[in-house]
């Protein structure tokens, strides 16, 4: 049963995660909110990552690095501060994350990380300015410690396109809207939680073995495909 630390398990992505591990591995949830979900092999310790001093933790084989941000706005809108706080909470909670654990991790059983990206580092999408910097940093990061950890510990990225969560709410508030971000992907839908959740427990199996320094692009067609 490999022991897998969870940042941001309480909601969307990271939550529908920790839902897909928690049957057959032990799980370590760190967030700001107690998950609702009550299993015997879950642990969760309340910690805003950027803020407070990460709990310690004798033993790891994979970390799956979840919170991240949308906030779109003109670039003539944004403010430093918001390009200061989503490079915060995408890349430096990351790197924080992977500092404190990184000893322990590489003696563990296999050992991986997933972080995530989105699909607006490599489409050019208006309002995306802030988010698309810090994710392209997230990318930038999982290429270099992907090199510098082989062959030891392997390090990709998810870079999904609009996910059903609490965070893309104001994007899928009315069935006009919804309808209008499913029409965009040419296979006709957006993804659901669930989905990249399996793609992030394929990416931390030992199936993945031969897979380190990646991004995958969960796009439903937009960025591979122009129909």
């Known amino acids: 049963m490999r022991k897998i630390i969870i940042v941001g398990g309480s909601r969307g992505i990271g939550n529908s995660l920790l ?4 049957e057959n591995h032990k799980i370590i949830n760190i967030s700001r909110v107690q998950p609702a979900l009550s299993h015997v092999n879950l642990t969760h310790y309340t910690c805003d990552v950027l803020i407070d001093e990460l709990p310690e933790i004798t033993e790891v084989d994979s970390i799956i690095y979840c919170p991240g941000s949308i906030n779109l706005k003109p670039i003539s809108r944004l403010k430093l501060d918001d390009f200061r ?6 890349v430096i909670g990351a790197v924080k994350t992977i500092q404190k654990y990184l000893s322990i991790l590489k003696k563990g059983n296999k050992p991986s990380v997933v972080l995530f990206s989105t699909v607006a580092t490599a489409l050019g999408m208006p309002y995306h300015a802030s988010v698309a910097a810090a994710k392209s940093a ?7 410690l992907g090199a510098e950890l082989a ?8 870079a999904p396109t609009v996910t059903d969560t609490d965070l893309a ?5 009315n ?12 296979l006709k839908k ?11 427990e394929f990416l931390l199996s030992p199936k993945a073995s031969a897979i380190s320094g990646q991004v995958f692009k ?6 591979s495909f122009k129909i």
């Open 19 to 22: 839902s897909t591990l928690v």
């Open 85 to 90: 706080d989503d490079f915060e909470i995408n």
């Open 138 to 144: 997230v990318e930038g990061l999982v290429k270099s």
């Open 151 to 158: 062959p030891t510990v392997r390090i990709n990225a998810i």
């Open 169 to 173: 709410s104001k994007l899928l508030r």
């Open 175 to 186: 069935e006009k809207m919804i309808d209008m971000i499913t029409d965009r992907h040419p």
């Open 190 to 200: 957006f993804l659901e939680p669930k989905e990249v959740a399996d793609m992030a």
């Open 218 to 223: 969960m796009d439903c067609g937009i960025v």
